[in-house]
Each structure stands twice: as C-alpha cells, then as structure tokens.
C-alpha cells in the first residue's frame, strides 16, 4: 500500500499576545518598525547616498560611511526609525535614484511603553520574536503560539494581563530611584501585595534598564532582586520568629523581659552575648517589635523547641519557593534544626543563619493579617484570547496554609503599630490619618571572602502593613550596601514606605481616618 502526504493549510503569521497590567495599560505589545539597510555592491556613490538619508535617519553623513564600513555587503544603517519618516525618505530615493541602494524594510517588533518600569518582571523577546526573559519568557507557549491549521491567516497569541498597577509600579519606582540617588546602594528592591488575595501590585528592582533600549542593560540590571536575590532578612524577621515563638506557646512572653543592653547566654561550654542597639529597659512582645530588641526575641526564641520553632517558620514559606509565572523560582532556606549550632536559633531569630526574599518575606506577612492564612503570591491576573475576549484562565485566591490565629497576629500587628509611634524604629514611615504598621532592619550581610559579618555590608530594610487593623497593603522595601550619610532602615526604607503610602493616599487607594488603634 502507497502511503501519500499532504502539507496542511497553517497561517502565515502569527501575532504575538500583548501583556497588560490589571487596568489593561499596554506593558508589551507587537508592532512594526521600519528599518534602513543599504545594498553596499550596489551603492554607486556612498557620499550622496549618506547625505539624502542622514535627515531620516537622524545621523550625519560621517556616521552613515562609518556605519556602512562595518559591513562587507549589507549594512544596517538605522534598526528603526519614525514613522512618520518612512514615507518621506522613500520619496527621497526614488527622486534620486537610490531604489537597489537604499532599501527600507518593514519588520514585526515589541515596544514595551513602561520602559524600565517593572522591565525585569516583564522581559522582553529577540530578533525573532520570541520571550528570552521574564514573563516574555515563561509565558511565551501562550503568547507566541504554533501557527494553527486550516483556512485562516493569522493565528493570535493570547493576552495576558498581570496582576501589576502602573500606578502602584510607578510609585514604588520614584521611592527606589529615591533611595538610589540619596543613598547609593548596590541595589534595591521592593514589593506592594494586595493583602486580601496576595496579587504582586507592584515589584520593582533597582539598578533597571528601559527594555526598548535592550542592548545598554547589562546582566546586574536585568536581575529581578525582588524575587530572585537571596539574603539574610535581619530584623524585619523577627515578626516571623516571634509568631513562631508564640505559636508555640512555651516561651514567658507575659513576664517582662529586662533589656540592659546585651543578653548573654549558654551553647555548650561557651558564653554568647548579643548586642543591642540601646538599652530598652522592660521589653514585652510589642515592645520587642517596636524596639526591635535582640535580647528580648532571643530570650524567648531559645526557650521555644527548636523543632516547633521551625516548623511554624517553614509553614511560613520560609524553606518554600513560589511559582509566580516567571521563570526561576528562589528558594527561601533555613536549615535543618539537626544541623544548628549552639547559637543558631538565637540567630535565626533576629535574621540571620537564613536566606530569604523580598517575596517570601512581603508573602509571609499575608499570615500576619487577621485570618492568619498565608496566601500564594500572584503575578498573572488572567490569559484571554484576543480574538473574542474570552476568559482561558483567571487567577483564584489560594490559601496555602492557616498558620496563626487572629489572637497572635493582632498582637504582632499592634506592636508593628507601635513601632510607628514616637520612639518606635518605624516613625519615619509613618504619615497623618493612616494607621500604619512598620517593622525596620538592618541586616549584617556576610562577606562570602572572609565568611564574616565584621567587614561586610548591611541590607536596609523595612516591611509595613496598612492600615494595620485590616491590612489592604503589604509593602517591603530594601537597600543593600547604602553608602550615603545613613545605614539604617528606620532612616532608609521607612521614609521610602511613608512617600509611597502617601501616594496611595493620593491615588484614592487609601481613605485616611481620625482615629488610630492603640
């Protein structure tokens, strides 16, 4: 028996799907652009040549032979050029005769009209068209699909609209250029989550680049440190530790802790003193927070199990990673009780001897709110087809485990209120008629080379819920390495949480009252 084959119909083009974000703004859209290439064998007098074209191109004719000289047959002149140019400057070829010489070609491209804003959430495509990073990337079977079979033409990606506001993005943008410009920092990172349903509002990731002008970035600024850079989260963790410590129920946080400045203790046959920053006198579990006292966090932390004391910390997604939609997925990692040290869970408990994110520490606080439920992070609202609008998927609200009671996240919320009052490490991110709730840090980063904190560098830091009674907004903000006349978080990250908020309030996002929770 003959076996025959027929080529099947397929479309000719495929049109890549536009990404949105939640109020339908275009943040990456295919579109077509004009090129200008000369035929270098075929070019009778490169000078008159450089000259009709230099007006189009916007270069001056030097330029245009420099250009042309890099090339051995076919130079590209101009990648794009305006539009608006395109009619013109063909008129000028056929007036002087350059048709064969001068040659514009219409190519399919992406424009990207946030530029830098959330440009390493995004990513952006090659030559070709297709997703190289970012949701460019892991979402490119959706946006950039096979050409379908039959009699039609075209065959349309889907639309994918992220859970992202401009709006918020724009905000938390002007903070982390903010802190750059004052502050120098080697990076910087920050995060907005909707509190009722974990949806990312903004993620931004200082230093950035603008994705239409792809070949300036370098690889640092194409780096997402918001989801994807690992650190030791310092004091902002201990609102997580002292969940844990009171989850667990063993510790004497109803009797006072008495800070005299330093808290010393046993691991083994040695002594370990931990310092504070200042004398805090009689210290409870609000005034730990808003004090931010090592010795008072560490005193319960080492009467609680260990393996209780993790337990709850890894049910917080602290040994997790989250699959937001784009393509790596960091792992937050805190070892193995088994393998701790004499000091390791008093470390722990203010923030080091872990690795974490801003993510994982922005979505941990979603247990802190009244439920107690930690939530998956989201950062893909919905795919729709273009072609009818249809809904392929949406986002649901995930509850990923109820790890606290509202009895103790209403206290770790009230003493991240008080933090925010006078004397509190919180009151620069506080603003006028918003009940805010802030925990600052100022985390010792490791130095890989001499495994010491002593040389090393610090991690500004500082995460804030508001309005703290019923949080609508989880914000986390931070500067690694600041070299300005600052190093701490109250002095970096909480200003930088109150200009934001602020916004917010701008915005109409948050309505500001008169009364305040005590």
């Not at 270069?59 to 608006?84: F, G, H, L």
């Not at 070829?93 to 491209?109: F, M, T």
């Not at 792992?331 to 801003?358: K, V, Y």
């Amino acid at each position: 028996m003959v076996k025959t084959y027929t080529n099947p119909n397929v479309a000719k083009q495929v049109v890549r799907g536009t990404i949105y974000d939640r109020n339908q703004r275009i943040l990456a859209i295919q579109t077509p652009y004009w090129g200008v290439y000369l035929h270098l064998n075929a070019v009778k007098d490169l000078q008159l040549v450089s000259e009709v074209i230099a007006p189009f191109v916007q270069m001056n004719p030097q330029e245009i032979q420099n250009k042309a000289a890099s090339y051995t047959t076919y130079a590209q002149i101009k990648e794009r050029i305006d539009e608006q140019m395109v009619q013109p400057l063909l008129d000028a070829i056929q007036k002087y005769s350059l048709k064969g010489q001068v040659n514009v070609e219409k190519r399919i491209g992406r424009t990207y009209p946030a530029q830098f804003h959330a440009s390493q959430t995004i990513g952006f495509t090659n030559t070709e068209g297709e997703g190289i990073e970012g949701i460019e990337l892991s979402q490119e079977s959706y946006l950039n699909p096979y050409p379908e079979i039959g009699e039609a033409l075209v065959t349309y990606g889907q639309d994918i609209t992220l859970t992202l506001d401009l709006d918020i993005q724009y905000a938390l943008d002007v903070q982390l250029q903010q802190i750059a410009d004052e502050h120098n920092p080697d990076y910087a990172m920050a995060i907005v989550l909707d509190a009722a349903n974990a949806d990312i509002l903004g993620m931004g990731s200082y230093p950035w680049y603008d994705i239409n002008n792809l070949s300036s970035s370098n690889a640092e600024q194409r780096k997402n440190h918001a989801v994807n850079h690992l650190f030791e989260p310092g004091s902002v963790f201990k609102l997580f530790s002292l969940a844990s410590v009171l989850k667990a129920g063993q510790a004497q946080t109803s009797e006072p802790f008495e800070c005299d400045g330093s808290y010393t203790f046993k691991a083994g046959a040695s002594n370990i003193t931990i310092n504070c920053t200042a004398v805090h006198g009689q210290v409870d579990p609000k005034t730990m927070i808003s004090k931010s006292c090592n010795g008072a966090i560490v005193h319960w932390a080492l009467q609680t199990d260990p393996q209780a004391f993790y337990d709850t910390l890894s049910r917080l997604g602290f040994n997790s990673s989250y699959d937001i939609g784009l393509p790596s997925r960091a792992r937050s990692q805190i070892a193995l009780p088994s393998t701790w040290s004499g000091r390791s869970q008093a470390t722990i408990a203010f923030g080091q001897e872990l690795l974490s994110s801003a993510l994982h520490l922005a979505t941990a606080a979603t247990a802190l709110c009244p439920s107690g439920e930690l939530l998956q992070p989201n950062l893909i609202l919905r795919r729709t087809s273009p072609v009818d609008g249809s809904i392929l998927y949406e986002r649901q609200r995930v509850v990923l485990d109820t790890v606290l009671d509202s009895e103790i996240a209403n206290l770790i919320r009230s003493g991240m209120f008080k933090a925010s009052e006078e004397g509190g490490t919180g009151v620069h991110a506080r603003v006028s008629g918003i009940d805010i709730g802030v925990k600052t840090g100022t985390a010792q980063i490791l130095n890989p080379q001499t495994n010491s904190y002593e040389d090393g560098t610090v991690l500004a830091s500082a995460l804030a819920m508001v309005p703290i009674e019923n949080p609508k907004y989880i914000i986390y903000i931070g500067a690694g390495n600041p070299k300005g006349n600052t190093i701490w978080g109250s002095n970096i990250a909480a200003p930088a949480i109150a200009n934001l908020v602020q916004t917010l309030v701008s915005q109409g996002k948050l309505t500001p009252k008169d009364t305040a929770i005590r």
